[in-house]
């Protein structure tokens, strides 16, 4: 069908069509053009045929014959497009002539006939709209006999094209994805449906399958997800359907949970190990310095000989000077040389005699030739005591 907006073959054909539609009323019709009632809508499917029945009778015949010797008829086949309203011929019978530009348009029955109906072969979605049947009826003499016409809406049908799949986020354990489905051609508009493959065969229905848009949402995902999922998408005259495969994975999201798992099990035990070897080390700095050790060097002791301890009164040992302190080098014997006498008191140990002296108070032993000094004896750590001097019976003085 050729389309012509705005030339002068359309305005032509608008005249015709409107001059056409005036001579067909009821009063002035000497025929009449019949369609069947149930057929004045038709559906049809893309790539397929369809037959736009329409005949003519004359006025007061009850049933349709064959057309009468006479008859001189005129056939035109209109179509207007029902989005832009451009009108267009289709296919014209006249003066015994058949003629068309839409090389998949025919008539049905050879002319001449009563039974004017159309053939549309290979339906394109574009072929929907209204098809216009006109029929003039003239004699041998060229005398207009009657006119009449009949219009009929044609509605051409498409399956859904194959749709194509797709997965919409990232398929680990726990997340969240969405798997779509969409065809780029149908009418009317397809709905879908989604559905697991087998051995795990599952249909899927609302609210996580969305019909009208082709969606499945599939949340909290796990291993025992993973498989083939297959989306059909169907309307009245067909079906089509794609699928895509769904592969839950255990990383890298889990994966990092779990370093991050073993990570702080790792840091907690770090931890405590640095609190253990701090607390250890605290109580070693508690003990006492001179705690004896394996390898230490034991320090050097000055001799104590037999006898030499200096035992005060009460029997307990005040101070211990070294013999060699109290001795004095050897010689000749001085006066004031100390000799060992008897104490009052019981002693094991016995005391060293100390000089006599002249007054009641007792006097300090001063260091003879060879002696330690009082000062190096209290670095020594010994403690001076005074011991009363003592009478030759033995008595305190």
């Not at 049933?63 to 296919?91: A, I, R």
């Not at 549309?120 to 016409?149: A, H, I």
């Not at 769904?246 to 609190?275: D, E, F, H, N």
């Amino acid at each position: 069908m050729i389309s012509l907006p705005g030339s002068p073959a359309t305005s032509l054909l608008r005249v015709l069509f409107l001059g056409l539609t005036t001579l067909a009323s009821p009063s002035r019709a000497q025929l009449e053009v019949h369609v069947s009632g149930s057929l004045t809508k038709l559906q049809a499917v893309e790539g397929a045929e369809v037959v736009l029945s329409a005949w003519y009778s004359l006025h007061g015949e009850l049933s349709p014959t064959k057309p009468k010797p006479w008859e001189v008829p005129t056939v035109m086949w209109f179509f207007l497009e029902g989005k832009d309203k451009n009108m267009s011929q289709v296919l014209v019978y006249m003066n015994q002539v058949t003629a068309t530009d839409e090389p998949r348009a025919s008539l049905v029955y050879s002319m001449p006939s009563r039974n004017v109906s159309l053939r549309l072969r290979n339906l394109r979605e574009k072929d929907s709209g209204s098809y216009f049947c006109f029929v003039t009826l003239q004699d041998n003499q060229g005398t207009v006999k009657g006119q009449s016409s009949k219009h009929l809406e044609l509605s051409v049908l498409v399956p859904p094209a194959p749709p194509s799949c797709h997965l919409r986020g990232v398929a680990h354990v726990g997340t969240n994805v969405t798997l779509s489905c969409q065809s780029p051609r149908s009418k009317p508009a397809a709905q879908y449906q989604w559905e697991r493959s087998p051995p795990s065969s599952q249909v899927f229905f609302a609210p996580v399958l969305d019909a009208i848009h082709g969606s499945l949402s599939l949340k909290n995902l796990s291993t025992s997800m993973s498989g083939v999922y297959i989306c059909k998408a169907h309307n009245e005259v067909g079906s089509a359907q794609c699928n895509v495969t769904l592969t839950v994975s255990t990383g890298p999201r889990a994966t990092v949970v779990a370093g991050a798992v073993v990570g702080t099990m790792v840091g907690l035990g770090l931890l405590a190990g640095l609190v253990l070897l701090y607390q250890r080390r605290g109580k070693a700095l508690e003990e006492p310095a001179n705690d004896i050790k394996e390898d230490a060097i034991a320090p050097r002791t000055l001799p104590w000989p037999k006898g030499s301890d200096t035992i005060s009164k009460n029997g307990t040992l005040s101070s211990v000077t070294s013999a060699r302190a109290l001795r004095p080098p050897q010689g000749p014997s001085r006066l004031g040389a100390l000799t060992p006498t008897p104490s009052l008191s019981s002693q094991v140990l016995p005391s060293p005699r100390l000089p006599r002296t002249d007054g009641a108070h007792p006097q300090p032993i001063p260091p003879g030739p060879g002696g330690v000094s009082s000062s190096a004896l209290s670095r020594m750590g010994a403690v001076p005591v005074m011991v009363p001097a003592q009478s030759q019976a033995g008595s305190l003085v």
